[in-house]
């Protein structure tokens, strides 16, 4: 509960420093935040090291253009499932000290006063968050320390062409990456398998039929979720994958 008047580092969700005073960590997640779009006095905040507003309904306003490179210090950023749409601004292709990144549409639902007929199943991708400029290679180019990678519902297509050199490129310890309803076409490169770190994969609902499966995925040694449901991959599996 936020008092006015009180000190906001005794406000729930509030995380402060015990040495500066500075708010460190607003985690916020699922608590029913209703708003017009992200308050750019947030930007203020520039000892932030996490930002969670995951699971709220900003009322499909649209990111603010910049703002997110003020906040330098930020490893985790979370604002999955909150109604935002449009651009993915460049500002957060510049946390260079981000961990885990989840910009997540899927599965976003709305207050129940709100617009009748909203769906909170499949994302129209064209009318929530994509990446067109920048694009996928611009927005993770300078987060080498990435181990986390949500983007599900999020609109890749005009990546299509550099999303899997991008990730093979700048992401080398990633752990996770979900990649679900994202608009991706094939081939499937395979400089992904310089990945050695990477634990979970989801490319569900991607792809077309030039994307091939059996010489790729038999060199994530270390992973222990694959899913590519509805992905119209094509040909064999490698036995080694099994």
């Known amino acids: ?9 005794l406000w729930e969700g509030v995380v402060c420093s015990n040495s500066s ?14 708003g017009t779009g ?34 330098s210090l930020l490893t985790h950023l979370n604002l999955s499932k909150s109604g935002f ?15 885990s990144l ?17 769906d909170n199943s499949i994302p129209d991708v064209t009318s929530w968050l994509w990446l067109q400029e920048p694009n996928f290679q611009n927005l993770v180019g300078n987060l080498n320390n990435l181990r986390e990678v949500y983007l599900d519902g999020v609109d890749m297509s005009s990546s299509a062409d550099d999303w899997c050199d991008g990730l093979a490129k700048s992401l080398p310890n990633l752990r996770i990456l979900s990649l679900s309803y ?11 398998s310089t990945l050695h770190s990477i634990t979970v ?23 222990s979720v694959l899913q590519l449901a509805w992905s119209y991959l094509q040909g064999w599996f490698s036995s080694r994958i099994l």
């Open 1 to 9: 509960m936020m008092t006015d008047g009180t000190d906001c580092c």
């Open 102 to 118: 989840d910009l997540s549409v899927l599965g976003c639902a709305a207050p129940e006063d709100s617009l009748d007929g909203y």
């Open 85 to 99: 749409q449009g651009q993915i601004p460049i500002g957060i292709g510049k946390l260079a000290n981000l961990i």
């Open 201 to 223: 994969i989801n490319f569900d609902h991607n792809f077309d039929t030039s994307a091939t499966p059996q010489e790729f995925f038999m060199d994530f040694l270390h992973s």
């Open 21 to 34: 005073g500075h708010v460190t960590a607003l985690e916020l997640g699922g608590r029913g935040l209703y």
């Open 38 to 71: 992200l308050d750019p006095a947030i930007f203020n905040l520039t000892s932030l090291q996490r930002l969670d507003l995951s699971m709220n309904y900003f009322c499909q306003h649209s990111l603010p253009a910049s703002g997110f490179e003020r906040l």
């Open 182 to 192: 994202c608009n991706l076409v094939g081939p499937i490169c395979s400089s992904l």
